[in-house]
């Protein structure tokens, strides 16, 4: 019971958090998602003893978030961390899908090359020349 109990605080206290990284996604500078992009990562030689790194779960949404709100802000920065050492494995292949899901419904839904009258640079799925 005491398990499901700090389950269920964690999950209500992600679903509170998820407003304010939303806004600061929607309002923050690279420097601010970089200092976010720090504690994503474990503590390493130069770090102090205060150095905190975000339990996977919020690890998780803030990712979600930075993906959803600021993609292209925030992709190359993403895509670092997905070849850093001490970057978490499960929170490594989070990333990883959820850049892959990104740009799969980019790509998917870009036919801007139809509006300008141009052939596709890519093969387009379902389609052959």
Partial sequence: MASRQGRAAENHLAKALRGAMDSVFD??????YRTLWEHLKEPGPEDDADHVVFPER??????SCAVR?????TRQDLEAL???PRVPRPTKMWIGDQLSARS???????????????LPGRPVAGCSR
Avoid: C, K, M
């Fill in 104 to 118: 799969r419904e980019h790509t998917e839904h870009d036919l801007s090359w139809v509006l300008d009258g141009e």
């Fill in 27 to 32: 309002h923050g500078s690279p420097a601010v």
């Fill in 69 to 73: 709100r600021s993609y292209a802000a």
């Fill in 58 to 63: 919020y690890a998780l949404g803030l990712v």
């Fill in 82 to 84: 997905v070849a850093h």
